[in-house]
């Protein structure tokens, strides 16, 4: 193009230009932008925290099974899950293998003898180490009555006879390592699935969830472990969990 051809064509772009802006025209790429008001805050990012993969065998044996549990207990026949409710719980043992041992070995329950077994999607061992055992994709069984929407959280710590499931509890609280993870994972959980304070329980109060259901035995007691006084504890601190 000749030199004057470049003159008359910048004199044409910056007539354009200077009447849009004149006229309150947006600046290219914002058109159609909204720019009333202040522009809302981002949500904090809360970091993940170091998860160590422990898979225990989910093929399509143990698919079937959930979804025919989940079919039975809840009337949805699915092993996918959409996470509402974290519940925390504490395995009885102070291992954290033998709670996967368990979770790996798929056998009935003890106490409706139903396939599959129980698992938790995770374990804490008292070094603070997270153990994931199952994809967060899939239903684990850890909660009766929340199965269907529950991700479960155990803390590995034992139950000495004599001693009660409060006394557990706040092994767990006072144990930094460990409660420093749990707390992390659930913040982390809490923002990945906008799963609300109040909706971050201990597994004694599954009745009180507003999510719980089952079609079979809907009045089952539930487990002892994690008090609700001692989840209130918890959920205070997550409040410093940035």
Not at 39 to 64: D, E, L, S, W, Y
């Amino acid at each position: 193009m000749a030199a004057s051809g470049v003159l008359v064509l910048a004199a044409t772009v910056f007539a354009v230009v200077t009447a849009g802006a004149a006229g309150g025209a947006a600046p290219a790429g914002r058109a159609g932008a909204h720019v009333a008001g202040a522009p809302k805050a981002a949500a904090p990012r809360i970091a993940k925290p170091p998860i160590t993969q422990n898979p225990i065998v989910f093929g399509t044996k143990r698919k079937n099974e959930t979804a025919a549990y989940c079919k039975r207990h809840y009337g949805s026949d699915s092993y996918l899950l959409t996470p509402k409710v974290i519940v925390l719980h504490f395995t009885g043992g102070n291992d954290w293998k033998s709670a996967w041992n368990y979770f790996s070995q798929d056998v009935p329950d003890p106490e409706f003898h139903e396939l599959p077994g129980p698992v938790s999607q995770f374990i804490i061992d008292q070094k603070g180490v997270i153990h994931q055992t199952i994809p967060l994709k899939y239903r684990g069984r850890h909660t009766y009555g929340l199965n269907y929407v529950a991700i479960g959280i155990e803390f590995a710590q034992a139950l000495p006879s004599g001693e009660s499931a409060a006394w557990a509890d706040k092994q767990i609280l006072n144990r930094p390592a460990q409660i420093n993870a749990g707390l992390r994972l659930v913040k982390w959980l809490q923002a990945t699935y906008h799963i609300k304070l109040s909706n971050v329980i201990g597994h004694s109060m599954a009745h009180s969830s507003p999510y719980y259901k089952d079609l079979l035995h809907p009045h089952f007691p539930d487990h002892s472990d994690w008090q609700k006084a001692d989840v209130l504890v918890f959920r205070s601190r997550l409040s410093s969990v940035h």
